[in-house]
């Protein structure tokens, strides 16, 4: 079972704040539905949402769902419900052909999901490039997740996700990163912003093994 605490805002944990009252007991909401009894795996929070892959390679997500950023073809929220005293989740995002996840991101109001072929799809904002499809403008959001462009043949061994950009090392061991960038968190020579996955310069021998954004 998984329980969550914190300030609710948007739906992305209860209907009120829940953890320490003062007792310094945490207390957390009641359940949340996934549906058939099915277990998480894995959760990822971001600002006002949070997305959970189930044991089957599922993923389903709940809070604010602006700018598309819960995966399911809407921009509806999902919440607490004060009657049942259960978290209602989204459906199960659609990948296409079948496809189930293996690993979810979730950045400030975006999500990316390795699916089992080991391509990436994001869904949500991309208004600054965080999808990784190419598309820099109010227009890039998507409801539903879109291919990311990371090179031809290249598929994703490890990613995460930051406020406003994402970064993945691919198979070759590059380390590619996209979207915001003015502050260099793209890791670039530059402080231009990337709507496509672009090598970064921090790139060494040995490869990296893993990535943490913030």
Known sequence: MLGIWGQWSFGNNAITNIGDDGDHAVETSGPIDFSNNTAAAAIA???????????????????????????????TGYGYNTTTNVVAASGPIAFGNNATATAIVVGGDHSCAVIANETMKCWGSGVQGQLG????????????????????????AVMDAGKFHTCAIVQDKTVKCWGSNDKGQLGLASSETYGTPTTNACTTTPPAASIKLR
Request: aromatic residues 6%; proline residues 2%.
């Open 45 to 75: 929070a971001g600002l006002s949402h949070t997305c959970a892959l189930l044991s089957g390679g599922n993923v389903r997500c709940w809070g604010l769902g602006s700018n598309g950023r819960l995966g399911n073809n809407t921009t």
């Open 133 to 156: 499809n190419g598309i820099l403008d109010y227009g890039s959001n998507t409801t539903y997740p879109v291919a990311n462009s990371i090179i031809s043949g290249l598929t994703v």
